[in-house]
């Protein structure tokens, strides 16, 4: 990855014996997992300080380590070891990150959004990939250990880096962008997610905005053009609507949901995805609009496309037991992708019962309960039952209750009583959403009917 001299242009100030002639291979935050000359960064959180495991690190193959100038440099290191002193090692480690990616210099795609960011990442990784090399984040590690440690672990010969941008409060994106410095940057919607946090949606659109702070000068911002507080966006410079409205600069029309994927065209070209629904078909259009700007041939797209591995469960579909058709998207929940997932399922044919079941969504802090009921409000036939799980998903299935008849609606407080119920229901008919915050880990429910 780079030399030590690399990192005493960075942090001057340096104890232990200096090779110059030492390579960092990798760069490590976990003490317990082996390494090859690795650079060893400590974390301190809230109940551990990774400086206690030096010993550890040094065993699995730490050769140098940044190290918080205010911790002592511990006298048993080996000799060769080499500690850089930094006033902070998270920041040291993002003020690394973005030097390596300077060094590298890839084409960097940003992508931050309440919903969809994840998939979209998947979806442009998918495409891109076809013809150049390309790095991109894994699992959920888009925060401000997460997004430098993605950098970190780039390949020197990448091409396109692709990182994902999450965040609870202000300032989290405009740090982010500023260690990535996209060339291209996504903002996938403004939804509801961390309303707890910023008090309105303008709040959570203002947070997202702060992703043009470390956009390269001449970059480019793709946006949701049909949502009306982004809308404002089209008149600017370098930015580029997506969406269905007739408006955007990349339009999207002739959407179908098929059994096992999503046929749709961007600027009357016909594409398709093995995802289901008009949400995800305007985030493969983030992935085609990206493309075309890099002079990706349709073909090359297509491919890409249609390859796509995506992340656990976010929309995944599984065989339940006695024939059921399970669609596990328990990662994670606002009220807008509560509702996608809905229409997506009444959409769906070939199954006479259609269960929806439902959990917390968290961090809305005052508008919690009026989130869960504006759920409620899309759920009609084919929807035969509604089971809600935890404290104020009871608002969907009781406003379910109160509007239609029809639907049976149960709430539970415990996995177990909810877990007895869906076991009456499991058949070669029917099929099952399961859609929840992340935190309320439906993930345990749906592993015992599977």
């Known amino acids: 990855m780079f030399t030590l001299q690399f990192l005493q242009d960075l942090f001057p100030v340096h104890a232990g014996k200096w090779n110059d002639k030492l390579m960092i291979e990798e760069v490590m935050t976990d003490s317990r997992k082996k390494g090859n000359n690795a650079l060893f960064i400590p974390i301190k959180g ?7 495991y030096i010993e550890q690190a040094i065993e699995n193959g730490a050769v140098a380590a940044l190290w918080d100038q205010s911790e002592k440099v511990p006298a048993n290191a080996p000799e060769s070891f080499c500690f850089f002193m930094a006033d902070d090692t998270v920041s040291g480690m993002q003020r690394i990150a973005n030097k390596y990616r300077n060094e590298i210099n890839p084409v960097t795609i940003g992508i931050t959004g309440s919903n969809g960011k994840t998939t979209t990442k998947d979806l442009v990784r998918s495409v891109l990939q076809t013809k150049r090399r390309t790095h991109a984040t894994k699992g959920n590690f888009n925060n401000h250990i997460g997004l430098p440690l993605t950098i970190l672990q780039m390949p020197r010969d990448t091409e396109v880096l692709v990182v994902e941008m999450g965040m609870n409060d202000f300032h989290e994106i405009d740090r982010l962008s500023r260690i990535a410095e996209p060339d291209y940057a996504f903002i996938t919607n403004i939804g509801e997610s961390h309303i707890e946090h910023l008090g309105s949606r303008e709040g959570i659109l203002k947070a997202k905005l702060e992703i043009r702070n470390g956009l390269q000068k001449d970059g480019l911002l793709f946006f949701d053009g049909d949502e009306d507080l982004l809308k404002h966006l089209r008149d600017g410079k370098n930015n580029i609507a997506c969406g269905f409205d007739k408006e955007n600069d990349v339009t999207i029309s002739n959407v179908s949901i098929l059994d096992n994927e999503t046929k749709f065209h961007v600027d009357g070209e016909a594409f398709k995805i093995p995802l289901l629904g008009k949400h995800h078909a305007k985030n493969a259009t983030f992935a085609i609009a990206v493309a075309r700007q890099l002079g990706y041939a349709k073909e090359n797209i297509i491919k890409g496309l249609l390859s796509l591995s995506y992340s656990e469960m976010r929309f995944e579909r599984l065989a339940g037991k006695n024939g059921a058709t399970i669609i596990n998207d ?22 006479t019962h259609k269960i929806v079941v439902l959990g917390d969504i968290l961090e809305l802090g005052t508008y919690s309960k009026s989130m869960h009921r504006s759920v409620a409000g899309i759920i009609d036939f084919p929807i035969d039952y509604v089971f809600t799980y935890g404290n104020d998903a009871k608002e969907i299935s009781n406003r379910v209750k109160e509007a239609n008849e029809a639907i049976c609606t149960l709430h539970f407080d415990e996995k177990a009583d909810l877990l007895e119920e ?12 399961f859609k929840a915050s992340r935190g309320m880990k439906l993930e345990e429910v749906i592993q015992e009917i599977t």
Request: charged share 25%; proline share 0%; aromatic share 8%.
């Open 422 to 433: 869906l076991k009456k229901h499991l058949r070669q008919d029917t099929l099952l959403l």
């Open 46 to 52: 809230e109940t551990f300080d990774g400086h206690d």
């Open 330 to 351: 328990a990662y994670n929940a606002s009220a807008t992708s509560m509702k996608a997932a809905i229409e997506v399922v009444k959409q769906m044919g070939g199954f």
